[in-house]
């Protein structure tokens, strides 16, 4: 089944490479990047070489992301599914970045895909079906020494989804998580720095041992050849692939020996909210609804609930 896609980030690896696999299954793509004009303007002739169409969005602008996704719906005569795939990265002492670095680091990670998701839920919610993507990372589940701004950010974009996922399911969207790995990507050289230094000499030798860190996690992630980046393009489209009410909450995609950990608590974590949402009669909410009218009935009963938490 065709779709219409939009598929925010697309300048980066993992949405040039999920913006190609979807128009090779046939879907109509679109793909949002800043500054198509100016210095990505390359990335954007790229894909739109290979079919893609491009809007212009800056994920951290309110007004660049109503507009920019007006702009898809009307470019592919709606939207079926969006992936979020926009995001930059943090590594360093957590005590040196500012507040100022974590709300430029959640602006992009976290409320920008909550401004994408606003955009488009009107429209999903009108069609009573669709799929939201969210592009995470094994480090929004557990945390690494140094990664901890940026592990924050997924964490929180984990709750995000999450809560989609429970308060869309009635309307027939579908809310998902992608949880990539460690791949070798540009994704490293544009990591945000911390914002004080100076906050390193309460540390003494400690910020070499970061440095050594990084190093070498980058050199184990850059010799494992099947840490593929085009695996995590393949996995979104597996996923949208799949029949609404049959795709899997999160998806794991890594090979450096991570994966199979997360993969175990995952299915704990989802057997966890089963059994709470059960002990509250709620437990429909985390299945998807693929009938093309909303039970009134089911809404009603659910705002009804007295629950003690």
């Not at 709300?103 to 920008?112: A, I, M």
Request: glycine fraction near 10%; charge should be negative.
């Amino acid at each position: 089944m065709s779709n219409k896609i939009l598929v925010t980030g697309a300048n980066g690896e993992f949405g040039k490479l999920t913006v190609k696999k979807l128009l090779s299954d046939g879907h109509t793509v679109v793909g949002s990047i800043r500054d198509p004009e100016g210095r990505n303007k390359s990335s954007a002739n790229e894909l739109q070489v290979a079919g893609a169409h491009i809007v212009e969005i800056d994920v951290t602008d309110n007004n660049s992301v109503m507009q920019g996704v007006k702009s898809a719906t009307e470019i592919a005569g709606g939207i079926d599914v969006v992936v979020n795939n926009a995001g930059v990265g943090a590594f360093g002492i957590q005590e040196t970045f500012t507040d100022k670095d974590w709300q430029k680091l959640f602006d992009v990670n976290v409320f920008g895909v909550q401004r994408v998701n606003r955009a488009i839920l009107p429209h999903l919610r009108e069609n009573k079906t669709g799929l939201l993507i969210h592009v995470s990372s094994l480090i929004g589940r557990m945390v690494l020494p140094f990664w901890g701004v940026y592990s924050a950010s997924k964490w929180a974009l984990e709750a995000l989804a999450e809560t989609y996922r429970i308060e869309l399911s009635k309307y027939g969207i579908d809310s998902c998580i992608i949880e990539p790995g460690a791949y070798p990507t540009a994704f490293f050289e544009g990591l945000m720095e911390p914002g004080d230094f100076s906050r390193k000499l309460g540390y003494g030798g400690f910020d070499q041992v970061a440095n050594e860190f990084f190093t070498d996690f980058g050199a184990a992630v850059d010799s494992n050849k099947e840490q593929n980046s085009q695996n995590v393009a393949d996995a979104i489209s597996i996923l949208i692939n799949r029949p609404a009410g049959q795709r899997k909450f999160r998806t794991v995609i890594d090979k450096m020996g991570m994966g199979e950990h997360i993969e175990k608590y995952n299915d704990q974590h989802e057997q966890l909210s089963s059994n709470i949402f059960n002990t509250f009669g709620i437990e429909n909410m985390l299945k998807l609804s693929i009938q093309k009218d909303v039970e009134v009935p089911y809404v009603e009963k659910v705002a009804s609930k007295k629950l003690s938490l």
